[in-house]
């Protein structure tokens, strides 16, 4: 159980275009998902926190109008790079939890991550 | 403001060898969780403790263990006779309280350390 997917598992795109990317709780419903960068051998980065129906909320220096996030249901959570550049280019991990559950479904669970290469 | 610190950026131990991560962590809170993942080649973080602050019992779970001393802040983890399958970056982790682990559960990630294990 507490499964998380994440797609595509790898992307290459020219600058200036938009990227998509999926997060999907499998087997249980996450009212909560957040979204993490991590630049090669480096640590994870908090980008932003999405509330299943409600806005998400930034990190501080995290550009909302380029990273978009939308968590439509209690399942489904993306992430558009909107207008892609090479300083892009990163490892996004998303993680899901479900804030009503007890033990340890109440914990964040990771997706295997998507890597972006912006050429 | 919640910090987590790694202070061992690489580590290398022939096979079989004990190894053991530091990590030490600054929090205002006197609830909080502490986790630690692995995070092999592949890029998908495993879950490998969490520990409650109000918990110190170290903790063994077949060759690895952990020791929570709250007296230095820190969390440690070693793992006895290491594989070369132990092999990969290992991130310690601290998340605020409150609702079971956090309205928000924000995970704040150490900078990692990787182990190599060499046959």
Known sequence: ?119 | AQKVTQAQTEISVVEKEDVTLDCVYETRDTTYYLFWYKQPPSGELVFLIRRNSFDEQNEISGRYSWNFQKSTSSFNFTITASQVVDSAVYFCALSEAGDYGGATNKLIFGTGTLLAVQP
């Open chain 1, 1 to 119: 159980g507490a499964v998380v997917s994440q797609h595509p598992s790898w992307v290459i795109c020219k600058s200036g275009t938009s990227v998509k990317i999926e997060c999907r709780s499998l087997d249980f419903q996450a009212t909560t998902m957040f979204w993490y960068r991590q630049f090669p051998k480096q640590s994870l980065m908090l980008m932003a926190t999405s509330n299943e129906g409600s806005k998400a909320t930034y990190e501080q220096g995290v550009e909302k109008d380029k990273f978009l996030i939308n968590h439509a249901s209690l399942t489904l959570s993306t992430l558009t790079v909107t207008s892609a550049h090479p300083e892009d280019s990163s490892f996004y991990i998303c993680s899901a939890r479900n804030l009503k559950a007890s033990g340890r479904l109440g914990e964040q669970f990771f997706g295997p991550g998507t890597r972006l290469t912006v050429l």
